[in-house]
């Protein structure tokens, strides 16, 4: 059974910036693509970014293209997700999500977090 643990959600002004990280237990966490998806209330869970199990591919939505970006350190087992510009659209709860490729199919995901929630002040 592998564990994801999200931290670094909280509260900011719009044009801040947030990180998030997401540390897994899994013992061969490098084998792993993971994702990041969001959830707004009243909405779909969305996928936000994708890296592959080396971190050399990277996968992102339109709408955080330039202002999101999403790195690893597989000897740390942990993911993170650095958000700059934030608007007050980007309020959602953030889940990662851990699989074999990066999908924007959230049920192609094995495991994921709990979540941890962003919101965005304008």
């Known amino acids: 059974q592998v564990q994801l643990v999200e931290s670094g959600g909280g509260l900011v002004q719009a044009g801040g910036s947030l990180r998030l990280s997401c540390a897994a237990s899994a013992r061969t966490f490098s084998s792993y693509a993971m994702g990041w998806f969001r959830q707004a209330p009243g909405k779909e869970r969305e996928f936000v970014t994708g890296?592959?199990?080396?971190?050399?591919?990277?996968y992102y939505a339109d709408l955080v293209k330039g202002r999101f970006t999403i790195s690893r350190d597989n000897a740390k087992n942990t993911v993170y997700l650095q958000m700059n510009s934030l608007k007050p659209e980007d309020t959602a709860i953030y889940y990662c999500?851990?699989?074999?490729?990066?999908?924007?199919?959230?049920?192609?995901?094995?495991?994921w977090g709990q979540g941890t929630q962003v919101t965005v002040s304008s």
């Open positions: 890296i592959n199990r080396s971190g050399g591919s990277t």
């Open positions: 999500a851990l699989g074999w490729v990066v999908t924007t199919a959230p049920g192609s995901y094995e495991y």
